[in-house]
């Protein structure tokens, strides 16, 4: 059963060109994307940052060296655990990561800065998770086209921006950060799903209770294999404690609904930030032969609200928020908009319920974000 009815979406051969030549474009943007001498521990000297974010790493990239946290484009068998501290300056902007101009050393005054990190180990993380029981641990997925540091600074600005007080854990897939290897990207992060899983049943079983997943795009599709994969392992317990956030996930509707035939209604209803105006899933649509991609459903569409409720889920049209880019695929980044905007007294649903709605940023339907049901989902 789809979300739709009319069938996949089939562009003329003009628009196609036309639209992969634009996203192309608008993408590539990230020409001149930072390199792993990003990652190195900076001195500080005298300067003291008014704000250090403690991150985590577990990545399915092989490291360049033993010891060494730099990570490549490499499937390695066992995950790679690692710690980050990561300064903010002072001059940050919202939903922005203060890079190193080129030919520029990192400056912590000015830009994103590693300050200290270490090689850790499985049991290591756990203790870290452990170690904050009072709030639920954030695991963050990213999408297709990412390079570690990309992804780990991402998790910076998210946590930074949006003041969430669990324990910040990046799961990094091994994407080839490029933008001709989207069906590479797709099968490095189907190669993940396993440890991704692996690594929810831990966190779950070592804090005891919750733990909040946020995927972007392609981690949208790894999030909701890796679910699946728990529940044909019989770990109901554990889906019962984890609290699901997409945004724009690209993964076709059709595949989605057999992915939800499997895993079940969950206790907690996965949320899914969709906008049908995202240029990137039309791209990635495109792709898959004219195929409607989940991150780009109409939630005004009365069989999409159908479906919502008859699976248990909760889809939050954000079309109406001001987009921080070009491709309309990265609305959340700016979790500062997306909580002002959310979080109003005003809200006549919460991300809590299934169904699906549509954000009106001026009136203010809806409740809360990457907050990631710090708030939100803990209503239920």
Known sequence: ?????????????????????????????????????????????????????????????????????????????????????????????????????????????????????????????LQAVRRRETAAPVVFVHGYNYNFQESLFRLAQLKTDSNIAGTPVLFSWPSLAALPAYVADKESATYSRDALADLLSDMVRARKGEVDVFAHSMGGWLTVEALRQLRLEGKGDVLDRLRVIMAAPDIDEDVFTAQLDVIGRMRTPITILVAPDDRALQVSSILGAGTQRVGALDARSPEVEEAAKRYGITIVDISSLESIDATNHNRFFDVKQLAATLNKPAAVATLGDAGAFVLDAAAQTVSSPFSIAATVLRQR
């Open 1 to 125: 059963m789809s979300f739709t009815t009319a069938g996949s979406v089939r562009l003329s051969r003009s628009l196609r060109i036309a639209v992969v030549l634009a996203a192309t474009g608008l993408l590539s943007a990230c020409a001149g994307r930072p390199g792993p001498e990003t990652l190195g521990t900076v001195a500080l000297g005298d300067f003291q940052p008014t704000r250090v974010e403690t991150l985590y790493s577990v990545t399915t990239r092989d490291r360049a060296e033993p010891g060494k946290n730099v990570f490549t484009t490499d499937k390695t068998r066992e995950p790679n655990y690692a710690s980050f501290d990561v300064s903010i300056p002072p001059t940050h902007v919202a939903a922005a990561i203060e890079w190193p101009k080129p030919g520029r050393k990192v400056d912590p005054k000015t830009d994103f800065a590693v300050v200290s990190q270490s090689v850790l180990d499985r049991a290591a993380l």
